[in-house]
């Protein structure tokens, strides 16, 4: 089950996952393999750690984001067999938000959500 709570989104593809929190250690890396949890359901990073540049407000977390093909996709990564078994080694080394945002087409304009109030 994806887990629920408030953060700030800061980009929406197809669907994706984010992570806010700090990059773990590439010891770590070595021993999650996340990778291969992502190639069954068309993942892949396109943002991978490191601080961004604030234009706005305040920022004190790196991020990674995973884009998928669609939310069910996403969903099926988080809730896969593979994934559950290394949550717990990337969770000790990484605490984290993780959030599943469901995008919009390419041709999505910002007024559109007010058609959806």
Partial sequence: MIPTGSINSVVSITAITFQLGPTPSPT????????????????????????????????????????????EHASGWYDSTAYQEIIELRAGSAPSTIALVPGVP????????????
């Fill in 106 to 117: 390419a041709s999505h304009l910002a007024t559109d959500v007010l058609t959806a109030v």
């Fill in 28 to 71: 770590v890396f070595a021993e999650v393999p996340v990778d291969a949890t992502l190639a069954p359901f068309d993942g892949h990073f396109i943002v991978h750690g490191g601080s961004p540049t604030v234009l706005e407000g305040s920022w004190s977390a790196d991020l990674i984001v995973i884009e998928f093909p669609s939310y």
